[in-house]
């Protein structure tokens, strides 16, 4: 369920509640539904206990100071409320709601057995050694918006973080997993006997990358080919069975994977065509530690696009130059009757 709380000057309390979405399927359509679609409310509905739980949003009214909403998520995480006659509490709360004033918050029945609800969610016993906030955000990431994939994954951890050949965060999944992944996402998350994708076919072979929460897990994973992944494979020894590769530093806590084997979709990233000028392909030389790599990048894709779009030879200057002015008129011309036209323009890098 989903619902927000607000400032009520005639309530005991000060504040009031209200339900924004009871759990039926009426208006599953609504933006503010996608808050409960997350793995916490997943294993409650699967013990059948989902209306157990509430994600509340709290309600700045017209009138109320920044302290104002302060004191109204204290007062409310503090004592709670009551809905149909039941009465919820604070159980967590994300890292950034935290930190700000109306972040949301998930409420649970007091019937709840908590410590026992926690062990379904993970093992969480090195976080508590971190301190209380890092233990109510490390649970908390069982609350991220996701839509569930019945995908299951067989992860290879690399220890040593600088021969990852990866940014911090993000980990690689082979092109077939990560295409299955997308295909098994369920766009009717609180119905497993109805399977509903998410995803169009165009967008699975468009999306580069994902958001996930998988076994403890979190980050993105970006979509490697066959080809880089054997030579992956080869390069660190792991088996033909391995579908996913992660950093250390993206475990964040343990689970009883027999539990909840499933991944959890949060987002999905694609790639598209744009350009850079000189300014910023120079930012980039003067930042990456491989100049001469990304040097020749860059003179690769522009003698391509000079083959493939105006059937130049970019050894020839006299040939570049005298097609120069033809090349931006046809260009002007193609743009005006509204074609879609490749936008490298700027990776040439011409001047007068």
């Known amino acids: ?20 979405y009871d759990g039926s399927k009426n208006d599953m359509h609504m933006d503010y539904v996608f808050y409960s679609y997350n793995r916490q409310s997943r294993i409650l509905m699967a013990m059948g206990l989902g209306k157990a739980m509430i994600y509340v949003k709290f309600e700045k009214g017209y009138f109320d100071t920044t302290d104002d909403i302060s004191n109204l998520k204290t007062n409310a995480c503090t004592n709670g409320f009551s809905f149909n006659d039941v009465h919820y509490t604070f159980f967590n709360t994300s890292n950034s709601s935290l930190n700000s004033h109306d972040g949301g918050c998930v409420f649970l029945t007091l019937t709840i057995d908590r410590p026992y609800l926690i062990s379904l969610l993970g093992n969480f016993e090195e976080c508590k050694k971190q301190g209380l906030g890092k233990l109510i955000a490390r649970i908390a990431l069982s609350n991220g918006k996701s839509l569930m994939s019945n995908e299951m ?9 600088e021969e990852y ?66 030579a992956l494979q080869k390069k660190f020894e792991f088996s033909d069975e391995i579908s996913c590769l992660m950093r250390p530093s993206m475990k964040k806590y343990e689970t009883q994977v027999v539990l909840y084997p499933f991944i959890d979709v949060l987002n999905a990233s694609s790639a598209i065509e744009g350009s850079i000028n000189r300014t910023f392909m120079s930012c980039i030389l003067n930042l990456t530690s491989k100049k001469d790599e990304m040097r020749q990048f860059f003179k690769r894709n522009l003698e391509e696009y000079l083959n493939e779009k105006i059937h130049l030879d970019p050894s020839n200057p006299s040939d570049l130059k005298r097609n120069v002015f033809e090349f931006m008129h046809q260009l002007f011309i193609e743009k005006a009757h509204g074609k879609q036209i490749r936008s490298k323009i700027s990776m040439c890098g011409l001047r007068n």
Not at 4 to 19: A, L, P, W
């Open 153 to 161: 994954l067989e992860i290879f951890m690399l220890n040593d973080e």
């Open 165 to 230: 050949p990866c940014t911090d965060g993000c980990g690689m999944m082979r092109q077939d997993k990560f295409e299955q992944t997308l295909q098994h996402t369920n766009a009717q998350p609180f119905h497993s006997d109805m399977f509903i994708p998410y995803f169009s076919e165009d967008e699975v072979k468009r999306i580069s990358a994902i958001q996930i929460r998988v076994h403890g897990f979190k980050g993105v994973l970006s979509k490697v080919p066959f080809s880089h992944w054997k």
């Open 1 to 20: 369920m989903v619902g927000v709380v607000s400032t009520h000057s005639f309530s005991n309390q000060g504040y009031e509640f209200k339900c924004l």
